[in-house]
C-alpha cells in the first residue's frame, strides 16, 4: 500500500514522540492497546457506515496484533485472513478467472424453481469494476490526533515513573 504525504508525516512525528519510551514499557503497552481498540472501533464504524456486511466476516476481520522488529514495537491494524478485505479497501478493475463449479439452482429469471436442482457452471473469466469502498485508509487517517495525544500521555506516564 502507498503511503501519503500526511501517513508518512504522522510516522516520523510519532517515531519522535516514542523514542524516550522502553519497547518494554507498561505505559506504551498500554497507549498501544488503546490505539489499537480505537482504531479497530473507528474501522467497523466505517464497515457498518457503508454497508459491507453481508456475513460479517469482514467486520470480524478487523482487529489489531503487536509486532515487534528488533527494538521497535508497534501494533498493525487490518483485516487479516480475508482475501476479498483489499478489493473494498482498494477496488479492483480487472478480469478475473472463475474455475469450473456445481451450484444448486433455485431461481431462474427472478422466480423461484419448483424443483431446484444442482447445475455445472463452466470455467469462465468475468470482468469486474469494483469501486474502492475504503474503511482502514480513513480509520487511520481520523484518528491521528488521538494516537499522537495517546502516546504523548504515555510518555509522560514514563518519565514519571522513573
Same mark, same amino acid.
Given at each position: 500500500?502507498?503511503?501519503?504525504?500526511?501517513?508518512?508525516?504522522?510516522?516520523?512525528?510519532?517515531?519522535?514522540?516514542?523514542?524516550?519510551?522502553?519497547?518494554?514499557?507498561?505505559?506504551?503497552?498500554?497507549?498501544?492497546?488503546?490505539?489499537?481498540?480505537?482504531?479497530?472501533?473507528?474501522?467497523?464504524?466505517?464497515?457498518?457506515?457503508?454497508?459491507?456486511?453481508?456475513?460479517?466476516?469482514?467486520?470480524?476481520?478487523?482487529?489489531?496484533?503487536?509486532?515487534?522488529?528488533?527494538?521497535?514495537?508497534?501494533?498493525?491494524?487490518?483485516?487479516?485472513?480475508?482475501?476479498? %478485505?483489499?478489493?473494498?479497501?482498494?477496488?479492483?478493475?480487472?478480469?478475473?478467472? =472463475?474455475? &469450473? #463449479? *456445481? $451450484?444448486? !439452482?433455485?431461481? %431462474?429469471?427472478?422466480?423461484?424453481?419448483?424443483?431446484?436442482?444442482?447445475?455445472? =457452471?463452466? &470455467? #469462465? *473469466? $468475468?470482468? !469486474?469494476?469494483?469501486?474502492?469502498?475504503?474503511?482502514?485508509?480513513?480509520?487511520?487517517?481520523?484518528?491521528?490526533?488521538?494516537?499522537?495525544?495517546?502516546?504523548?500521555?504515555?510518555?509522560?506516564?514514563?518519565?514519571?515513573?522513573?
Amino acid at each position: 500500500m502507498a503511503l501519503t504525504h500526511n501517513t508518512n508525516q504522522l510516522i516520523k512525528r510519532i517515531q519522535a514522540r516514542t523514542k524516550g519510551l522502553s519497547p518494554d514499557s507498561p505505559a506504551l503497552n498500554q497507549a498501544l492497546t488503546r490505539i489499537g481498540l480505537y482504531i479497530t472501533a473507528v474501522a467497523k464504524l466505517n464497515v457498518r457506515g457503508q454497508n459491507l456486511i453481508d456475513t460479517g466476516r469482514l467486520l470480524n476481520s478487523i482487529r489489531y496484533e503487536f509486532f515487534r522488529d528488533g527494538t521497535n514495537v508497534g501494533i498493525r491494524v487490518g483485516s487479516f485472513n480475508v482475501p476479498y %478485505a483489499a478489493v473494498h479497501e482498494f477496488g479492483f478493475h480487472g478480469s478475473q478467472n =472463475v474455475p &469450473a #463449479h *456445481s $451450484r444448486l !439452482m433455485t431461481t %431462474a429469471f427472478g422466480r423461484k424453481v419448483k424443483d431446484p436442482r444442482r447445475i455445472e =457452471v463452466a &470455467a #469462465h *473469466s $468475468r470482468v !469486474m469494476n469494483i469501486r474502492a469502498r475504503p474503511y482502514l485508509r480513513p480509520a487511520i487517517r481520523t484518528t491521528g490526533t488521538f494516537v499522537l495525544d495517546t502516546l504523548r500521555a504515555a510518555l509522560l506516564v514514563a518519565k514519571q515513573g522513573k
